[in-house]
């Protein structure tokens, strides 16, 4: 069975820190790519960072390049977002997303609550 968990949302303040993990089961982590999404109140989801299988090639949202970074640990069938000065419009629900070669199949996590506030 296909899983995939996020954690490490929360409430922070303007300027912070989180680290958001995505852990996957139930698949070949290593042979898929990985994506960021968030979904803001009222607005459509969006990508936010994704990483090729190896790790080697990343692409961000303008709207993050300099503040978030995505990594992943392929021994631990795991994918990171690390999100540095954090602003309030970064405030949404963060979703992980597997690709698989070639595009034929996609899973999403769950999501996990992102909260910047004073």
């Known amino acids: 069975q296909v899983q995939l968990v996020e954690s490490g949302g929360g409430l922070v303040q303007p300027g912070g820190s989180l680290r958001l993990s995505c852990a996957a089961s139930g698949f070949t982590f290593s042979s898929y790519g990985m994506n960021w999404y968030r979904q803001a109140p009222g607005k459509e989801r969006e990508l936010v960072a994704s990483i090729t299988s190896t790790g080697v090639n990343t692409n961000y949202a303008d709207s993050v390049k300099g503040r978030f970074t995505i990594s992943r640990d392929n021994a631990k069938n795991t994918v990171y977002l690390q999100m540095n000065s954090l602003k309030p419009e970064d405030t949404a629900v963060y979703y992980c997303?597997?690709?698989?070669?070639?595009?034929?199949?996609?899973?999403w996590g769950q999501g996990t609550q992102v909260t910047v506030s004073s």
């Open positions: 997303k597997a690709v698989s070669p070639g595009v034929t199949r996609a899973y």
